[in-house]
């Protein structure tokens, strides 16, 4: 992938997951979806930081906050069905 590029995933099954990028690799996360309670935050592989970002009111709900993550402080998100992310390459 290159500075600029699109990357997105979905989480494969419910429950928590995480995105971290390659060592030299920084991302901005523009969003987290979900469907039911969604969390999302940053993690450190020991210590998470999250927020409630959706109650299950709408599937529409959304982290609207961008999230600078890097292969140190990633993505993390949970949701009781599935939760996805969208962002882009910076470095």
């Not at 901005?28 to 409630?52: E, H, P, Q």
Request: hydrophobic fraction near 40%; avoid cysteine.
């Amino acid at each position: 992938m290159a500075v600029g590029d699109l990357v997105n995933g979905i989480a494969a099954a419910a429950g928590i997951a995480y995105f971290q990028p390659a060592a030299t690799v920084e991302i901005i996360i523009l969003s987290v979806t979900g469907r039911t309670v969604v969390y999302a935050g940053l993690y450190d592989g020991v210590n998470s930081s999250s927020s409630r970002i959706s109650n299950g009111g709408s599937v529409l709900d959304s982290l609207n906050s961008k999230l600078g993550i890097n292969n140190t402080n990633y993505l993390y998100y949970e949701d009781s069905t599935l939760a996805g992310y969208t962002g882009i390459q910076i470095k």
